[in-house]
């Protein structure tokens, strides 16, 4: 059972717009909640997080935005560029515990 | 520099060997994981250790075994490979609390033939 639901699996978007991924949690325990970014044939790398205290987080050109009462959190990266090319995974965890990752989502950034 | 390194990009092995798989953190993290990433399916976790010789079932231990006799070196064992075990394996590490920053490898593609 996927603890936390992504979507969507794959994204294209053209250069300077922007990017939308969306996951969504059931577990009320949830109280961490990072986005990590993987460029092939690397591991992933901590993009950003965010904790259920505040509704939302902006570093650069991405942005966490929680929404606690829907139990949905979503990353938006402005100004999508080309770089931005990678597999993202929202992932969630509870005080002390393992993380929970999303299936992953694919973008593609178009020049 | 944060590193995470694991002992093979690429292993091709046959069903029913016993694979090793090594990975060695240099940032002195308490917390080492085991992941298993497929398409469509994200990261699932297979086992961790928040300590040298203790272990954690995490998801999906079932066909794995782990071995952790230093801090900065964490093996997953497959003891008899199966086909339906063909991934990508990543460790990760972290430092004391487990809501902290996981530092990946850049993972070991395995196929079982």
């Known amino acids: 059972q996927q603890q936390v639901k992504q979507s969507p699996q794959s994204l294209i978007v053209q250069k300077g717009g922007i990017s939308i991924i969306n996951c969504a949690y059931e577990?009320?325990?949830?109280?961490?909640f990072p986005w990590y970014q993987q460029f092939p044939g690397k591991g992933p790398a901590l993009l950003i997080a965010?904790?259920?205290?505040?509704s939302e987080k902006k570093e650069g050109r991405f942005t966490i935005s929680f929404n606690k009462s829907a139990k949905q959190f979503s990353l938006h990266i402005m100004d999508s560029q080309p770089g931005d090319s990678a597999t993202y995974f929202c992932?969630?965890?509870?005080?002390?515990?393992?993380?929970?990752f999303g299936t992953g989502t694919s973008l593609t950034v178009i020049p | 520099d944060v590193k995470v390194t694991q002992s093979s990009r690429y292993l091709v092995k046959r069903t029913g060997e016993k694979v090793f798989l090594e990975c060695v953190q240099d940032?002195?993290?308490?917390?080492m994981f085991w992941y298993r990433q497929d398409p469509g399916l994200g990261l699932r976790l297979i086992y961790f250790?928040?300590?040298?010789?203790?272990?954690e079932k995490g998801d999906i231990p079932e066909g794995y075994s782990v071995s952790r006799e230093k801090k900065e070196r964490f093996s997953l064992i497959l003891e008899s490979a199966s086909t339906n075990q063909t991934s990508m394996y990543l460790c990760?590490?972290?430092?004391?609390?487990?809501?902290?920053?996981?530092?990946f490898g850049p993972g070991t593609r395995l196929l079982v033939l």
């Open positions: 577990n009320t325990a949830f109280d961490y």
């Open positions: 990760a590490s972290s430092p004391s609390t487990f809501q902290e920053t996981q530092y």
């Open positions: 965010i904790r259920p205290d505040v």
């Open positions: 250790s928040y300590d040298v010789k203790m272990k």
């Open positions: 992932a969630a965890s509870p005080k002390g515990n393992q993380f929970y």
């Open positions: 940032m002195d993290h308490e917390n």
